[in-house]
């Protein structure tokens, strides 16, 4: 995984509606949480972006965008997020090219991992996450992070 204080890596993939997004475009407006998932319609990762979905809200406070990411299609991206009601943006890695520069770990060394990263408007990574089962356990470190930030 990269570390804290280490600069993001620069991307740009569809999101669920097939619009290119990159986080250059994001850097100095917003902090950004982004949260690397296996896969969707999958139980713990459902329990995770819905996690995400609820406390949007008081993310959206903290001046954050939140962006979710897996190898799965745009197409896919866009059933889940339709189903789930999310209000942020899935971007479809296909080739895992961002999640192997995020240097993504998998889990139990076979499955895509769930890594969370709180990236700040200079695009510093601010706090890096693993935490392959206990979902909701990213958003409340997302927002400890982005709360911290604020006072600092």
Same mark, same amino acid.
């Given at each position: 995984m990269l570390e804290p204080g280490t600069i993001a890596p620069a991307f740009e993939l569809p999101d669920q509606n097939g619009e290119m997004v990159s986080l250059s475009?994001?850097?100095g407006r917003s902090h950004v949480v982004l949260f690397f998932y296996p896969k969707d319609n999958t139980m713990v990762c459902t329990l995770e972006v819905c996690a995400f979905r609820d406390a949007h809200d008081e993310l959206l406070e903290e001046d954050a965008v939140v962006l979710g990411i897996s190898s799965d299609p745009v197409d896919?991206?866009?059933h889940f997020a339709e &189903?789930?009601?999310l209000p942020y943006r899935l971007l479809a890695d296909k080739d895992s090219m961002v999640r192997k520069a995020y240097d993504i770990p998998k889990t139990f060394g076979l499955f895509p991992g769930r890594v969370t990263y709180v990236i700040d408007k200079q695009g510093i990574i601010r706090t890096a996450l693993n935490d392959p089962l206990r979902a909701s356990h990213h958003v409340r470190s997302a927002l &400890?992070?982005?709360k911290a930030q604020r006072t600092s």
């Open positions: 475009d994001l850097l896919s991206h866009l &189903r789930w009601k &400890r992070t982005l």
